[in-house]
């Protein structure tokens, strides 16, 4: 059993550059997260999702754009990245709210 | 501002000696807390948690207590063993905040054989 999965686990982008992480669950969970994580900040939510065809912002959603198309997958997608966008990704999913989170490994993205 | 605080970036502890993690947090509508523990290049895993109509909550060798009029939770390992050498984030969240956990820092533990 997968669970969750990230691609891809390591990025290197310009500033300016777009891109698209993707974030897959097995486990038929109808909540899907995206955090991010920053030396001395802690795990911050970015994007979240209740379910296939909804997102709503989390703590920290400027510069990211989501889509939940298929309840299986969670798609955070940076379309200028910057500099302060360099910082560890993690995906992670849940039965409903208040429910303990599963995570990705995470994806370290660098913007140079 | 960080609502969810662990203010001791790490802890040494002796193998079979008892571990004492600490999480503050300032926000009193919190009412249910967890406890993640992190080894290297992976995700985040589900260790332990309680609601707030409890104080104490155990799982095997770890136990979490919870002092509302504080706003203090701690996390106890006991034995603790080398396996146990981790990042620890604790979290927050409420009827309030709806979908979002609050994180702390993190506490990087280490169990000396």
């Known amino acids: 059993n997968a669970g969750v999965t990230q691609t891809p686990k390591f990025r290197v982008l310009k500033t300016g550059q777009s891109m698209t992480l993707l974030c897959a669950q097995d486990?038929?969970?109808?909540?899907m997260y995206w955090y991010r994580q920053d030396p001395g900040m802690g795990l911050r939510l970015i994007h979240y999702s209740v379910g296939e065809g909804t997102t709503a912002k989390g703590e920290v959603p400027d510069g990211y754009n989501v889509s939940r198309l298929k309840k299986q997958n969670f798609l955070l997608g940076l379309e200028s990245a910057a500099p302060s966008q360099t910082s560890v990704y993690f995906c992670a999913s849940s039965t409903g709210v208040f429910e303990k989170l599963f995570f990705g490994s995470g994806t370290q993205l660098s913007v140079l | 501002d960080q609502q969810v605080k662990q203010n001791s970036p790490s802890l040494s502890v002796q193998e079979g000696r008892i571990s004492i993690l600490n999480c503050d947090y300032t926000?009193?509508?919190?009412?249910?807390f967890l406890w993640y523990k992190k080894y290297p290049a992976e995700g985040p895993t589900f260790l332990i948690s309680?609601?707030?109509?409890?104080d104490k909550n155990e799982d095997g060798r770890f136990t979490v207590f919870l002092n509302k009029s504080a706003k203090h939770l701690s996390l106890h390992i006991v034995p603790s063993q080398p396996g146990d050498s981790a990042v620890y984030f604790c979290a927050a969240s409420s009827t309030n905040t709806g979908n979002q956990f609050y994180f702390g820092t993190g506490t990087s533990l280490t169990v000396i054989p």
């Open positions: 309680i609601s707030s109509i409890k």
């Open positions: 486990m038929n969970h109808e909540y």
């Open positions: 926000n009193s509508m919190f009412d249910y």
